[in-house]
C-alpha cells in the first residue's frame, strides 16, 4: 500500500513539474497552433488587396459580419472602439479588420461608409461572392441567409466570436462575443508584449 501511495505521490510530482512556466492567462480562449485561418487575400474598403502580412508587427482583431447586420455585428465594432481607448499609448498597435459574411449586398462603397464610421482605421473587406464560401470555411465561419433571399430583404445567421492575431501573424485567441472590453484589451496587451 505504501508504495503505491508514493508511486501516486511520484507521478503527481512529475506531472506538475509538465506545467508551463509563466504561460499567459488569457480571459479569451487560448487556440494558438490551430491549423485553419492561417491567411487570405481580400480587397479592402479603399479596393487595395490586403493579406495578412500587410498587418504584420500589429495585433489583429478579425470579426466577420456584415453591414446590414441588426445588433451583433454594431456591438461588436463599438466593443473594439472601447478596446481601443483603454489600449490607451498601444492604440495604433492594434488593427480590426472587419471581413463580410455578405458580399453581394456589401459593395465596396457600402464597406467604405459603413466600417471607418466606428473607427477611421478600421477596415473593411471583403472576398468576391464566389470565393466567400471558401473563405468562411478555411476561417470555420458559420453564415446562413435567413428571410427573402430572392429579394434581397434577408438577415444572415453567422459566427459571432471575434479572432485575435498576435504581431508576428499568428492566430492565437477567440473572443466570445460576451467578452467585456477591458478583458480583450488586457489579451491584446500580452500579445503585445510578446507572451
Same mark, same amino acid.
Given at each position: 500500500m505504501r508504495k503505491i501511495f508514493l508511486s501516486v505521490l511520484l507521478v503527481a510530482a512529475v506531472l506538475g513539474g509538465c506545467s508551463v512556466p509563466n504561460a499567459p492567462q488569457f480571459h479569451a480562449t487560448d487556440i494558438t497552433g490551430v491549423d485553419y485561418g492561417k491567411d487570405f487575400s481580400l480587397t479592402d474598403h479603399t479596393g487595395r %488587396?490586403?493579406?495578412? #502580412?500587410?498587418?504584420?508587427?500589429k495585433a489583429i482583431v478579425l470579426f466577420f459580419g456584415y453591414t446590414q447586420c441588426p445588433d451583433v455585428c454594431p456591438t461588436a465594432l463599438t466593443t473594439l472602439v472601447q478596446v481601443k481607448k483603454l489600449l490607451g499609448p498601444d492604440a495604433d498597435k492594434l488593427q480590426v479588420l472587419?471581413?463580410?459574411v455578405d458580399p453581394e449586398r456589401d459593395t465596396q462603397a457600402l464597406l467604405a461608409e459603413y466600417v471607418p464610421a466606428f473607427s477611421p482605421d478600421f477596415i473593411?473587406?471583403?472576398?468576391?461572392? %464566389?470565393?466567400?464560401? #471558401?473563405?468562411?470555411a478555411a476561417f470555420r465561419i458559420f453564415a446562413q441567409k435567413q428571410g427573402d433571399v430572392a429579394s434581397g430583404r434577408y438577415t444572415i445567421d453567422h459566427s459571432a466570436g471575434m479572432y485575435a492575431y498576435d504581431p508576428q501573424g499568428r492566430l492565437r485567441l477567440y473572443f466570445h462575443m460576451n467578452?467585456?472590453?477591458?478583458?480583450?484589451?488586457?489579451?491584446?496587451?500580452?500579445?503585445?508584449?510578446?507572451?
Open positions: %488587396a490586403r493579406s495578412l #502580412a500587410d498587418f504584420k508587427g472587419f471581413i463580410t473593411g473587406l471583403r472576398a468576391d461572392p %464566389a470565393k466567400t464560401p #471558401a473563405l468562411l467578452e467585456k472590453p477591458e478583458s480583450i484589451a488586457e489579451d491584446l496587451r500580452l500579445l503585445l508584449q510578446g507572451k
